[in-house]
């Protein structure tokens, strides 16, 4: 393996490990909604992305 490819993948390691320390929120600090439109209208006013979590019970 080349040292860039390699130097590359290390980079990218390191960002992958130091994104949680730089995160805004926090879990504790998250509001999760049950109402999909209410959860869409918090979105869309925060011009933040939304995470939709499908369960069932078989």
Known sequence: ????AK???LALLV???AA???AGDSAEGVKWET?????LEAA???NK????E????W
Do not use: H, N, Q, W
Not at 49 to 52: D, E, G, K, L, T
Not at 54 to 57: D, G, L, N, Q, V
């Open 20 to 22: 949680p320390l730089f």
């Open 1 to 4: 393996m080349r040292m860039s």
């Open 54 to 57: 499908f369960t069932a019970e």
């Open 44 to 46: 869309v006013k925060a």
């Open 35 to 39: 109402d999909y439109k209410k959860g």
């Open 7 to 9: 130097l590359g993948l």
């Open 49 to 52: 992305p939304m995470f939709i």
């Open 15 to 17: 960002a992958f490990c």
